[in-house]
């Protein structure tokens, strides 16, 4: 598969705790993406790090990279019940260029 | 509404009949996206295009599977012969990819259900 892979499969946390996701790549990238799902909707981009970044934020998200160990996570801090999606990171590269997914985590934040 | 339009958002046919999809890309984004999802997954890649020219199709990818972009605007995916495991949601992006690091947007997806 060319897909990467991500985990946890399924997070459920309390509102106002931390989420973390973690994903796997495989190939060598120019960037690495977040994107949200809600349930039967299109995704929505959530941030974008580059190859030469570490680490980025964005309001209540971080994200950093490893491009050592081809992985990145993203910590969504103070959760929120409208955060309940699904989270996919999606890397840019490979001989093509092309944006590959992760397999996704189910993420359940319960009021 | 300038967003990514897939139509139709769903359809339903019979197990062998063909059905064509269509993506209209934002307008001044020449690099388009096809992917197939299905319950409880990430998009899968099929294919994908700078402007007319198709750069790759995944080898998961069948030869019931085609996608055109001609003029380097809309885009239409094809599958030929459906066959129940063709049932999924088939999503549509595109990106400006003018430069790498710009994100792709994404349609509501077309879903598919083979009978």
């Known amino acids: 598969s060319q897909q990467g892979e991500e985990d946890p499969q399924a997070l459920s946390i309390q509102e106002g705790e931390n989420a973390t996701m973690n994903c796997s790549y495989k190939t060598s990238i120019n960037n690495l993406q977040w994107y949200r799902q809600n349930s039967g909707r299109g995704l929505v981009h959530l941030i974008l790090i580059r190859s030469n970044e570490r680490e980025k934020h964005s309001g209540r998200l971080r994200v950093t990279l490893d491009t050592s160990k081809k992985s990145s996570s993203l910590l969504i801090t103070a959760s929120r019940a409208a955060d309940t999606a699904s989270y996919f990171c999606a890397s840019l590269g490979g001989a093509t260029n092309k944006l590959i997914f992760g397999t996704g985590t189910l993420l359940a934040v319960q009021p | 509404d300038t967003g990514v339009s897939q139509n139709p958002r769903h359809k339903i046919t019979k197990r062998g009949q063909n059905v064509t999809f269509r993506c209209d890309p934002i307008s001044e984004h020449n690099r388009l996206y096809w992917y197939r999802q299905t319950l409880g997954q990430g998009p899968e890649f099929l294919t994908y295009?700078?402007?007319?020219?198709?750069?790759?199709k995944s080898r998961l990818l069948s030869d019931r599977f085609s996608a055109e972009r001609p003029k380097g605007s809309f885009s239409t995916l094809e599958i030929q012969r459906t066959e129940q495991g063709d049932s999924a949601m088939y999503l549509c992006?595109?990106?400006?990819?003018?430069?790498?690091?710009?994100?792709?947007?994404f349609g509501q997806g077309t879903r598919l259900t083979v009978v």
């Open positions: 992006a595109s990106s400006t990819g003018v430069k790498m690091n710009t994100e792709a947007f």
């Open positions: 295009f700078q402007n007319e020219a198709q750069l790759e």
